[in-house]
């Protein structure tokens, strides 16, 4: 999955913003595979994981009843933008959930196409039936992380606005 981006404007001075983001990871983990399979699993889901540097930010948070493996990463950095402090906040699908989306994702095309399209008969009209039917349990495959991703994205980010003061840019 692709990185996402949104921009904000940092409405509290430097020293808050440096102090609130060193506040804000409980516990200090780089962004790999590894913690994503191992660490992350084990802890309190409350807690934000992640890195952090003079400029940037890297945080997740878990919640293993609803959303088990499939939890953004938020990437931030800071910026300034014709005077303006600015908060550069990408997100996208953890690595682990990544190689899962695109294992499974390659699976159910490969069976779609092998097992619903290419079947003996050729006709238009049934053609285009297992096309949608292979267009159905494709897209219900891929549902699941969706739902499971966006909902904890979108709280995480309005805990991220009050955090930090922030005032969403278009």
Known sequence: ??????????????????SKKKEL??????????NHLWKSRFKNDKEVRGEFDKNTFTIWRR??????????????EKLEI???????????????ANLIVLTVTMYISFFIIDKVLMQGN?????????????????????????????????????????YFKLTKLK
């Open 1 to 18: 999955m692709y990185w996402q981006k949104q921009l904000y404007k940092i409405n509290i001075d430097d020293d808050d913003y440096q």
């Open 25 to 34: 990871i409980v516990i200090k983990e780089k962004n790999s595979l590894k």
């Open 63 to 76: 919640n293993s009843r609803w959303n088990g493996i499939f939890y953004p990463i938020f990437k931030g």
């Open 82 to 96: 014709d005077g303006t402090k600015v908060l550069v906040i990408k997100t996208r699908f953890n690595i682990f």
């Open 122 to 162: 050729l006709e238009l009209t049934f053609v285009l039936k297992r096309t949608l039917i292979g267009g159905i349990i494709f897209s219900l495959f891929q549902i699941v992380p969706a739902v499971c991703y966006y909902p904890l994205k979108k709280q995480t980010l309005k805990g991220l606005e009050d």
